[in-house]
């Protein structure tokens, strides 16, 4: 029997419980994973919370996780017993050993913890969709990162500073100006102080693009930086939705993650940038914080208030 955490109704953090399952053996196509790090994401909240639909209840809920194959199922080809493996969107992740299709699987290269790998697949990926395809960033471009100290947000910053761009970041208090800065960003902005807006002004050129993570919170710093041909990429709203058809001639943007990594070729190229980029040292040390599996209902809490830090993780 395998800890497993399940939910019979969507709810406060309260709703997730701590129960025991047998897994079985692997199907056709599935491999059995002994999971060592489950990553815990902003979006895990919506699934409990009711923002998104979940059903059949009760469920498991997660979509992310590192660990090793312990068993594999008929027809599997790509992977085998003892090696290690991550995935980045497949919902019930929650739970200790889990049965999964290979077809969601990435290598996972050994010298990288767990943990550590756990929280920088899904996040990696987004960062990854938005550098590399909805606007490609290089030198030259000029880029604003909101949420610039979150999970999503730290990745896409330094990764985009790392490519060549100028990098605008958007934290929302002055004390995590420091922190950034360590990161290597040099150009930080505090939210609703107009700093923004006056950073912008220096670089005497209008904004390519803005990643947006944040929303409501931000949205009227980033109406004042953006112009006609800028884009505004919508890739989450940790504050609340916006509204963006007040800009005018803005490109507006807004996608999953998944809708970039169509193909399995794509899905392993793209993690390989990721670790490769986590390797080389372009997102800094990562200060990963674990819960383990039986705290879970502490972890959602302390996401919802904003105390569980860029790299959350449960530990099972
Ligand atoms: N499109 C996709 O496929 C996709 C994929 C992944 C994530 N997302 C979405 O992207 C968003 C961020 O995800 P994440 O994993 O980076 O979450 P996270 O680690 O919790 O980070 C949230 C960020 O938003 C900031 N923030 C939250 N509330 C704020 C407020 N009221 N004022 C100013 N800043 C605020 C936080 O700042 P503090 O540090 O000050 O708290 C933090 O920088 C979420 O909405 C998530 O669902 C979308």
Known sequence: MSDVVRMYRQGEAEVLKLESEDVGEPGPGQVRLRQEAVGLNFVDTYFRNGTFPVRPLPAVIGVEAVGTVDAVGPGVTQFSIGQRVGYYFSPGAYRAVRLVAEAQLVPVPDDVPADVAASVLAKGLTAWGRVRRVHPVGRGTLAVVTGATGGVGSLLASWASDLGAKVIAVVSRPEQVATLNALGLGHVAVAGTGD????????????????????????????????????????????GEIDPSRLAGVRVTRSSTGEHLAGREVLLGAAEEVFGALRNGVFGVREVRGYPLADVVRAHRDVESRSAGPAPVLIP
């Open 196 to 239: 923004l807006a006056r950073l912008v002004a220096r670089e005497g050129r209008p904004v390519d693009v803005v990643f947006d993570q944040v929303g409501q919170a931000v949205f009227d710093d980033v109406a004042g930086v953006v112009t006609k041909g800028s884009t505004l990429d919508l890739v989450g709203s940790a504050s």
